[in-house]
Each structure stands twice: as structure tokens, then as C-alpha cells.
């Protein structure tokens, strides 16, 4: 019969006083425990420091070792669902997978099923052991509905665990090919007058900000001050496109990893994504710096031009360094090959 696993979380600095507001602060993202379970878990006396079994209201310290006890799997309430994958990699303890563009992660509110959960739900069938307290894939990493590219999922808890904390200590190599407006530029006094905004060498930009929820769309995402989680982004850029240069395609690479990190931080450095809806405002493309049919093919793409392209890790049982590219897709590579193309006027 399995056996319960521990998670120990160590409480940072400064913390809430109190223990559920703490751990909502502190409990890693890849660990997937929303603050409802988390909630559960301290009703049900599965939340302890040492031998003393805390309550929601318990005061904690910096430093702290908080275990969390997590039961065995249930079988979740997902639907396992035949949408074909396109896997890289699999073994006993993990998948790798290329996502297509319009496939939401995880199932939710307005997306009861049809995700890639309820792919991997079927792909794996009996192979998953269980993670969080659920029979499912574990997902330690996500991708927004509209990027395509490489994502991991665990299929084991101790995988999902190992892996969790790769992405806690910002050891895992994501790189993400994107096409943006303007080209970042190292000479622009623009972009040294924004905040978080630096220059390293090699061309490098560095965006480092905090991130947290809009304050008036809580839909999105917004560089705040103070408030939020820190989130670092560098990015460089491999072509330029246009007379004078209009587009880049940039090679962006995550820090940290928050949610619609790269089209905020992109978006917050004057340089927001081709066909990002939310975050790329009404920019336009130039017809005069592109030609006609390069503008009108940029204008009209439609979703954010964002593709995880390499991924990087070590295996959580065997320790071995795996690395993982996936070429753009079919639409950002057509709309990168117009751009390449001799300009027709």
C-alpha cells in the first residue's frame, strides 16, 4: 500500500505571522498545493513543526521547517482524453512533450477539459503513481494556452518533487524564442530610463521587477513595487528585421519563473510580443520598415509569437543532465521566414 510523503518547507525571511499566510508565501509554485488545500491540510492536522501539529492561525519564524504530510493519491477527477501529443522524451518517471499552440495545461473554470492533463491522463494511463494527493500528471511548469514549446511532467511524486525543486533554486535552463516590436538596443536611452531595466555584457538585457496580479484585471499581470513576486528575465537578440529594424527575434531566458513573465517583462521594457492581446497594446507593424505583406502578415498573427524552444534539467532519480529543443512551429517559423524573405514591395 503507498505510503504518505513529507514536504518540509522552510519559512524565509520576514514572514506573516501566520502559519496559512506563510505557507501561501513560501510553499513552491511546482508544488501545485493551491492555499485551499493547503487550508485542508492544516484542518486535518497534516501541517506540523517538529512534533507540535499547527493551526491556520499558528505564528511561525524565519527559518522554520514546516512538514507537510501528503496522503496517498486518489484517483482525480479528470477525464483522460485521446488528444494526441507530441512527446520528446518519456521514461518511468517523467515526460517531455512539445505543446501546440491552443491547448490550455491545466484543467479550470473555463476550461473544464480538452487540456493537456487530461492528454497526459490518457497517454500515461496506470504509469502515474500519483502527485499532490491526486492520480495525475505532475505539472511543475506551465506554458500560457497560446505558447507552444517543451514542457515537463512528472509522473512519479518523488520526480515531481526532485523536479519542483530544480525550479525552486532556478537551476532548470529555459530558453524562449520570441518575436517582439522594436529591437532591443543596448544604445537606446529609452530603456535606460526604465525601472529594472539593465544592460550586461554581450547584449544582454536584464529585466528584474516584481510581479503580481493587475489591480484592477485580474486576469493579468503587472511589473508592481513593493507588492508581488521577484521575477528575472534576460533576453538577446538573434535577428533584426526591417529598414530601419522594426521586429527582433529575441532569445529570452527565465530566472525566475512567473506567470506571463516573459510578456510582461517584455511588454514593461517597450518591446511587447507580436500578437499578445493582452500585453502588446495595439502596436502596428511598418509597412514602410517591413514592406506591405511582411506588416500585414505580423498584424495579423494571431497569438502571442512566444515558443519555449529549449529545456534543461537533471533526471530526479538518475541525476544525468538531459536537454531538450523543440524548432518554432509551423506559424512562427512561416511569419520568421517572410520576414527573412528578399522585401517585395
Known amino acids: ?164 525543486a530544480q525550479f525552486e533554486a532556478h537551476s532548470v535552463t529555459r530558453h524562449y524564442l520570441a518575436l517582439v516590436h522594436g529591437v532591443p538596443d543596448a544604445a537606446d536611452p529609452r530603456l535606460r530610463g526604465i525601472r529594472g531595466v539593465a544592460w550586461e555584457p554581450g547584449g544582454i538585457l536584464r529585466i528584474a521587477t516584481h510581479i503580481d496580479r493587475h489591480r ?18 534576460r533576453a538577446h537578440v538573434v535577428e533584426a528585421f526591417g529598414t530601419p529594424p522594426a521586429l527582433a527575434l529575441v532569445d529570452c531566458w527565465l530566472e525566475t519563473g512567473r506567470t506571463h513573465q516573459i510578456r510582461v517583462h517584455m511588454a514593461h521594457a517597450g518591446h511587447g510580443l507580436v500578437g499578445d492581446q493582452t500585453y502588446g497594446g495595439r502596436r502596428r507593424a511598418s509597412p514602410r520598415a517591413l514592406g506591405p505583406a511582411a506588416a500585414a502578415a505580423v498584424d495579423a498573427f494571431a497569438r502571442q509569437a512566444l515558443h519555449a524552444a529549449t529545456l534543461g534539467f537533471l533526471h530526479p532519480v538518475t541525476g544525468e543532465r538531459m536537454e531538450f529543443s523543440a524548432p518554432l512551429p509551423p506559424d512562427m517559423a512561416a511569419l520568421v521566414g517572410l520576414l527573412q524573405a528578399p522585401r517585395v514591395d
Open 1 to 164: 500500500m503507498p505510503h504518505a510523503s513529507v514536504l518540509t518547507v522552510i519559512i524565509g525571511d520576514a514572514p506573516p505571522p501566520r502559519l496559512d499566510k506563510a505557507l501561501a508565501r513560501d510553499v513552491p509554485e511546482a508544488a501545485a498545493l493551491s492555499r485551499s488545500r493547503l487550508a485542508r491540510l492544516i484542518e486535518e492536522g497534516a501541517v506540523t513543526r517538529g512534533a507540535e501539529v499547527l493551526a491556520a492561525r499558528s505564528r511561525v519564524a524565519a527559518g522554520d521547517a514546516i512538514a507537510i504530510r501528503l496522503e496517498p493519491a486518489a484517483d482525480v477527477a479528470a477525464t483522460a482524453q485521446d488528444i494526441p501529443l507530441a512527446v520528446v522524451y518519456e521514461d518511468a518517471e517523467l515526460i517531455v512533450i512539445d505543446k501546440p499552440a491552443g491547448l490550455v495545461v491545466h484543467p479550470g473554470a473555463g476550461t473544464p477539459d480538452g487540456t493537456l492533463v487530461n492528454a497526459l491522463l490518457h497517454h500515461c494511463g496506470d504509469s502515474l503513481s500519483g502527485i499532490g494527493g491526486e492520480r495525475r500528471p505532475g505539472i511543475v511548469h506551465r506554458i500560457d494556452k497560446d505558447t507552444t514549446g517543451l514542457l515537463v511532467a512528472a509522473k512519479t511524486d518523488r520526480a515531481h518533487h526532485a523536479l519542483a
Open 216 to 233: 484592477t484585471d485580474r486576469q493579468r499581470q503587472a511589473v508592481t513595487e513593493g507588492t508581488g513576486r521577484h521575477a528575472v528575465t
